[in-house]
């Protein structure tokens, strides 16, 4: 008699959106291959002595999520992770599965919808958790709350802190399909109203989003890596 194969565990999908113009930063850096592909200087700019974009994936790992995408500008993922090697030096990329989204001028949408793609028929996954790679302050007990609510049963949650909701946001794989209907920059707001998206409270304060050289500066960050 053959034994069945056993089942590979589920987990949790880490999303890291990276994909923006940064525009409000001052666009894209003019030099560096990453920069060149339209890669905000923003994300390597240097904040507690790690890039902007690693501290994303700094509390992705540190929630013990194995599964990470990444998800920044471009049409060809390799090359993009070659490049994101080189410009994000000394950052470790082991286990990022870097995907591109050459229409990321259609909006924060496109790059959610390129961030998910074929989960909600992955049995393996059994939720995932929307990061921005811009924000600074995240911690990993605010991705385990949001986590733990939609595998209680919740479609979808995101966090509540005192200043009011923000990331990060998870969704259930069995609600990944209505993201389809996301367009523009609003991000999932509409599909998580429509949902009955959770909010689950946060102690502490909200994540800072670095949109301007002025947050920056305020964070006490460096314009680049060293």
């Known amino acids: 008699m053959t034994s069945a194969a056993p089942t590979p565990p589920t987990g949790a999908v880490a999303v890291v959106l990276a994909a923006g ?16 592909r339209g890669v905000a200087s923003k994300l390597t700019a240097v904040v507690d002595g790690r890039p902007l974009l690693a501290h994303a994936l700094d509390v992705a790992r540190a929630a013990g999520i194995e599964r990470v995408r990444l998800v920044v500008p471009g049409d060809d993922p390799d090359e993009a992770a070659a490049h994101l090697a080189e410009d994000l030096r000394g950052v470790p990329l082991d286990g990022v599965d870097v995907r591109t989204n050459p229409d990321r001028d259609r909006g924060m949408a496109s ?18 958790v929307v990061l921005l790679a811009d924000e ?34 998870a969704f259930a794989r069995e609600a990944l399909r209505h993201l389809g209907s996301v367009t523009g920059d609003v991000g999932a707001r509409a599909v998580l109203a429509d949902l009955g998206a959770v909010e689950v409270p946060v102690a502490g304060r909200r994540p800072v989003d670095v949109d301007t050289p002025d947050d920056l500066a305020a964070l006490g960050g460096t314009g680049a890596p060293t």
Do not use: M, N, Q
């Open 136 to 169: 600074v302050g995240l911690r990993p007990a605010a991705i385990d709350v949001v986590v733990a609510a939609v595998r209680a049963g919740a479609p979808a949650a995101r966090a509540r802190y005192p200043e009011g909701p923000g990331h990060p946001v």
């Open 111 to 128: 790059s959610l919808a390129v961030g998910v793609a074929g989960l909600a028929d992955d049995p393996t996954c059994d939720a995932v």
């Open 21 to 36: 113009a940064g525009r409000r930063f001052g666009g894209p850096a003019a030099a560096g291959p990453l920069g060149a």
